[in-house]
C-alpha cells in the first residue's frame, strides 16, 4: 500500500523562502533604485503554456495547452546576478483525464482546466558575452483561482487544494532595443512538490508544466 509522505515540512520551507525574499526584496527596494535605477527592473510578459499531471503511478494523462501572463521586477546584487519575483495569471491542468460523477459513472477523455495565481522567487544568473543570456531557479507558491472541466461538471474547485508548491526554472535571452528596454524570449518549467488533491486516496499528484514566453523589460 503506497503511504503518502507528509510533505508539511517542505511546504514550510518554501513559504518561508518565499515571505523571506518578498521582505528583503521590499525593504531595500526603493533605497536601491534612489541610489542606481539600473539594480532595480521591471518586464512584463505573456507566454503559451504545456501543462499535465505527475503522479506517484503512471497516469495516461496528456498535456493540455494554456496561457500565462505576469509581471516581474528584479533586483541586480551585481551585473551577474539578481532576484526576480514575479507575479502571473498561470494555465495548468490535463488532458485525458477521467471525471466520475457522484454515482459512479465514468467519463473519459476529459481536460482539466486550474487557474492560478503563480508567485515565483527566483536566483538570475545572467551570462554570456553581454550578459543578455540568464538562468533563473526558485521556489513558488501558486493560490487556486477556478477548477473546471471541458465537460458540464459540478464545481470542481472544492476537490483541489487552494495552494500550490513547487520549483519554478527558466532559461531565456534579452535583445536591447533601447537603452532601458529590452525584448526577451524566455523556455520555463514548473514542478509541483505539493499534492493538488484534498482527497487523493493515499497517491501523490502534483502540478508540472512548460512554457514559453515573450516580454519586455524597462
Known sequence: MFVQPDLSYMKKILLTLLISFGIYTSTFAQQFWNESNKKLEFGVDVG?????????????TAYAGGFNAGVSGEY???DRWGIKIKASYDQKGWANGTFIDASGNETDGVTYHL????IPVMANWHFGRDKNWYLNFGPYAGIL???????????????????????SYGIGIRFPIMEDL??????????????????????????????LN?????
Request: charged letters at 10%.
Open 115 to 118: 487557474n492560478y495565481i503563480t
Open 182 to 211: 529590452k525584448l526577451f524570449i524566455e523556455a520555463g518549467g514548473q514542478v509541483g512538490l505539493d499534492n493538488i488533491f484534498k482527497d487523493s486516496n493515499g497517491g501523490i499528484y502534483q502540478n508540472a508544466r512548460g512554457s
Open 145 to 167: 483561482m477556478s477548477a473546471n472541466a471541458s465537460i458540464p461538471t459540478p464545481d470542481l474547485k472544492n476537490a483541489f487544494n487552494s495552494t500550490d508548491f513547487g520549483l
Open 214 to 218: 515573450i516580454g519586455v523589460n524597462f
Open 48 to 60: 503559451y503554456n504545456t501543462s499535465y499531471l505527475n503522479g506517484s503511478v503512471s497516469l495516461p
Open 76 to 78: 541586480y546584487f551585481s
